[in-house]
């Protein structure tokens, strides 16, 4: 039965992510993290304990063997504007590389994320694209990237890199997209310019299902993959997606461009936390990622994101 650890099991990727290979019936499963899984299984393991802490990566060291497959989806961020959040990413991925280094054959999948290429790109953007973060999340993504090529055992040990455009679940609403859609559907429309500008998005069941392929199939000759679901290669707008959103809705509240942009910006001056703290900028970006690299692998998603997205009209 081979071992995964997966690093970040409780969060929104990782908790379906468990789900999914637990019905695969291979995998011993080792789920680490801060917070406490939500379900129980005969082939799951759980650790509550911080790995930054020198004691405990002597635990650490006892759970990773070789051989064993690591999926880190560890991404610590929030609103305090005083925690330095990618230091903490930092000393977290260190603590994972610096005792997996001690082991032969390790299969490394890290998550990192689209926002490592910033929001000010109008062409698809390929893993080649150069780095041009312009948010604090995204400056973390990319200092790990670099921490994991410059300190990671590539002569014994394997890595992939996974950046995904944003991930939606339709049964499962977080982030700004689901917070986009729930305002939908209570009839606030945001209306937001002309909404004509593109963005990449991908469905939770589909990247999971892309992570599982490529352990299954090996694949790691090509050591970074974007991940987007796109329709016929193509990306959506905002006003294609607003019609997704399509009712004949008898009362609606517009909210325009700039009073949108006044109260983000006031927001974020103050860290006050309405509408999650969301800065404009992320509905108003271009994030278009170019997957020909993760078609060329074979996969094929088995969900349709505008078959999805409809589903949310209802």
Request: hydrophobic share 35%.
């Given at each position: 039965?081979?071992?995964?650890?997966?690093?970040?099991?409780?969060?929104?990727?990782?908790?379906?992510?468990?789900?999914?290979?637990?019905?695969?019936?291979?995998?011993?499963?080792?789920?680490?993290?801060?917070?406490?899984?939500?379900?129980?299984?005969?082939?799951?393991?759980?650790?509550?304990?911080?790995?930054?802490?020198?004691?405990?990566?002597?635990?650490?060291?006892?759970?990773?063997?070789?051989?064993?497959?690591?999926?880190?989806?560890?991404?610590?961020?929030?609103?305090?504007?005083?925690?330095?959040?990618?230091?903490?990413?930092?000393?977290?991925?260190?603590?994972?590389?610096?005792?997996?280094?001690?082991?032969?054959?390790?299969?490394?999948?890290?998550?990192?994320?689209?926002?490592?290429?910033?929001?000010?790109?109008?062409?698809?953007?390929?893993?080649?694209?150069?780095?041009?973060?312009?948010?604090?999340?995204?400056?973390?993504?990319?200092?790990?990237?670099?921490?994991?090529?410059?300190?990671?055992?590539?002569?014994?040990?394997?890595?992939?890199?996974?950046?995904?455009?944003?991930?939606?679940?339709?049964?499962?609403?977080?982030?700004?997209?689901?917070?986009?859609?729930?305002?939908?559907?209570?009839?606030?429309?945001?209306?937001?310019?002309?909404?004509?500008n593109k963005k990449s998005l991908c469905l939770l069941n589909n990247l999971n299902?892309?992570?599982?392929?490529?352990?299954?199939?090996?694949?790691?000759?090509?050591?970074?993959?974007?991940?987007?679901?796109?329709?016929?290669?193509?990306?959506?707008?905002?006003?294609?997606?607003?019609?997704?959103?399509?009712?004949?809705?008898?009362?609606?509240?517009?909210?325009?461009?700039?009073?949108?942009?006044?109260?983000?910006?006031?927001?974020?001056?103050?860290?006050?936390?309405?509408?999650?703290?969301?800065?404009?900028?992320?509905?108003?970006?271009?994030?278009?990622?170019?997957?020909?690299?993760?078609i060329e692998t074979g996969f094929k998603p088995k969900q349709n994101i505008k078959?999805?997205?409809?589903?949310?009209?209802?």
């Amino acid at each position: 039965m081979k071992r995964i650890i997966i690093f970040g099991s409780a969060g929104f990727i990782g908790t379906n992510l468990c789900k999914k290979l637990l019905s695969c019936g291979n995998y011993e499963l080792h789920l680490i993290d801060l917070k406490s899984c939500d379900f129980k299984h005969n082939n799951c393991f759980f650790y509550n304990f911080d790995i930054t802490l020198k004691k405990n990566k002597k635990l650490l060291h006892n759970i990773i063997k070789d051989d064993s497959i690591i999926i880190d989806l560890v991404s610590k961020f929030g609103e305090d504007k005083k925690t330095n959040y990618t230091n903490i990413n930092l000393l977290f991925l260190s603590s994972i590389v610096e005792v997996s280094n001690n082991f032969n054959n390790i299969r490394y999948y890290y998550f990192s994320s689209s926002s490592v290429y910033g929001y000010e790109y109008k062409n698809e953007i390929s893993e080649y694209s150069t780095h041009n973060f312009n948010c604090d999340y995204g400056k973390s993504k990319s200092i790990c990237e670099k921490y994991l090529q410059d300190n990671y055992s590539f002569n014994k040990n394997f890595l992939v890199i996974i950046r995904p455009s944003p991930v939606i679940d339709i049964n499962d609403l977080r982030g700004n997209f689901g917070l986009f859609a729930k305002f939908q559907k209570i009839n606030i429309n945001l209306k937001i310019g002309k909404s004509l500008n593109k963005k990449s998005l991908c469905l939770l069941n589909n990247l999971n299902d892309f992570l599982l392929f490529i352990i299954k199939k090996n694949i790691y000759e090509n050591n970074i993959y974007n991940y987007a679901d796109k329709i016929e290669n193509k990306d959506f707008s905002l006003n294609e997606i607003y019609s997704f959103f399509n009712k004949d809705f008898k009362f609606k509240i517009y909210i325009p461009l700039i009073f949108f942009k006044i109260v983000c910006l006031v927001c974020d001056k103050f860290n006050i936390n309405l509408f999650n703290n969301i800065k404009y900028k992320k509905y108003i970006s271009y994030t278009m990622l170019d997957i020909k690299r993760t078609i060329e692998t074979g996969f094929k998603p088995k969900q349709n994101i505008k078959t999805e997205l409809l589903k949310l009209s209802k």
